[in-house]
């Protein structure tokens, strides 16, 4: 589902069509818009989905997010204005804010420290505020920020545990860890939107215009904002952060804590390891996505979740070895001539999404091709360590993983020695993608 966007402006002088079930008085007329007695127009968005949520799901109803953006639209914190909502469907009809989203597409230097230092203003300012001013009915009570992330870490297991009582060892494991550790912090509890920074905002000539995407917001500890924000900027530029992070501390009064950002960057990993429920393209079927670009964004994520439990967890991992692949064989210049045909391809094709999702096919192929030549060789580097801490070599890596989650699950093996294991074979996987990542 499609959480966030951008609209496209409709004809000037002309009133934009009234989504079914959304009462034409709603709508109020925007004093910029072109208009003459008995006509007007407005520009608006709307965000609808065909799909209801999924049961399991970390993501708020869109009338959820609305009730959070209407509480914010009287504060600091650029919103847009909501116009009306869809009483059973998801659905949200609002103010189209003029904008752009690519943070890192502003060329000018000064201007990214302008709208970085924006967007540091609202967030300090949304952290000022007391939310149980906003009166926010949706997110429920406002209790102490410990009470609030025991819950949301009961939830991330509720979603993460299937229907056979099942859990990904890694997961189960950070779990653990996140209500065994949650931070002695008994300062003021902010609405804490999640996911915060940039891409996750729309900006103007050195301004922020909107601040997107509430569909994460909670009410909590102010450091688990600045563990997003830390985290969207790896995968953006967002200008110093150390800089803006001082800017933070002045206009919101709230102290960075390194320790629990830590920990509010392992809950966001855990976050969005479980925000649906695992999906799988159907054999046969028309494919949904984009698999260059979520085997990438999954590979990313899974790094920077056990980069984050070293941190947090103190372990102090080093980089393991990486031997040197062995050499292609005969075949694999097969990969390279599918690579040149999908690279001929997919400039000339004229759907935007077809060519894109072209060059994912060709970054599939890339990953493909690294597998078979060094998979092998790291499969084997698995299972070693696997005999390393069992005392005993698997038949198989799928032997191998079974048998360490019931020696974690027993008790025979640490969280800290499985960690150790997970380290080692993410940052092997990290190097089989590193080709991936480049143009395709």
């Not at 509890?189 to 601040?211: I, K, M, S, W, Y």
């Not at 950002?261 to 969005?272: H, I, K």
């Not at 998979?375 to 191998?400: F, M, N």
């Amino acid at each position: 589902m499609t959480r966030s966007g951008r609209g496209s402006n409709p004809p000037p002088g002309r009133v934009s069509s009234t989504p079914t079930g959304f009462p034409a008085g709603a709508l109020v007329r925007d004093g910029s818009s072109t208009w003459s007695p008995g006509q007007w127009a407005q520009h608006v968005f709307l965000r609808y989905s065909r799909v209801a949520l999924p049961d399991k799901t970390g993501f708020h109803p869109l009338a959820t997010e609305a009730e959070v953006v209407r509480a914010l639209a009287a504060t600091d914190v650029p919103v847009a204005q909501i116009i009306a909502v869809h009483p059973t469907r998801e659905a949200v009809l609002m103010e189209r804010i003029e904008g752009d989203t690519w943070f890192s597409r502003i060329e000018d230097p000064a201007e990214q420290v302008r709208v970085a230092q924006d967007f540091i203003r609202g967030l300090a300012a949304q952290h000022r505020l007391d939310p149980g001013d906003l009166g926010i009915a949706a997110l429920g009570e406002v209790r102490t920020a410990r009470e609030h992330a025991l819950d949301r870490i009961a939830h991330v297991r509720w979603r993460g545990t299937s229907a056979g009582g099942v859990i990904d060892p890694l997961l189960g494991v950070t779990l653990d860890w996140l209500e065994a550790n949650v931070p002695d912090y008994e300062g003021p509890v902010v609405l804490v939107q999640g996911d915060t920074g940039p891409g996750n905002f729309l900006h103007q000539e050195g301004r922020v215009t909107a601040v997107l995407d509430w569909e994460l917001c909670h009410f909590g500890d102010p450091m688990d904002d600045i563990a997003w924000l830390s985290l969207r900027t790896v995968q953006d530029t967002f200008t110093h952060l150390p800089d803006r992070l001082r800017e933070y501390e002045v206009l919101s009064g709230h102290r960075i804590d390194v320790d629990r950002v830590w920990y509010y960057r392992v809950f966001a990993e855990a976050t969005m390891a479980t925000l649906n429920p695992p999906h799988e393209d159907i054999a046969g079927e028309m494919a949904t996505r984009d698999i260059g670009n979520v085997m990438i964004y999954q590979q990313l994520h899974r790094r920077l979740w056990v980069e984050a439990l070293d941190e947090a967890m103190k372990l102090g991992l080093e980089r393991p070895q990486l031997p040197m692949p062995p050499e292609p064989t005969e075949w694999h210049g097969l990969y390279d001539s599918v690579l040149a045909s999908l690279r001929t391809i997919a400039p000339r094709i004229s759907d935007p999404l077809a060519a894109q999702w072209t060059r994912g096919v060709a970054r599939a192929v890339k990953y493909l091709q690294e597998l078979d030549v060094a998979g092998p060789q790291y499969a084997d580097l698995e299972l070693t360590e696997i005999a390393e801490v069992l005392g005993a070599r698997p038949d198989s890596v799928v032997a191998g993983r079974s048998a360490l989650a019931e020696a974690l699950d027993d008790g025979r093996l640490s969280a800290a020695d499985y960690v150790q294991l997970m380290w080692n074979k993410v940052l092997r996987d990290d190097e089989l993608m590193r080709s991936v990542r480049g143009p395709a």
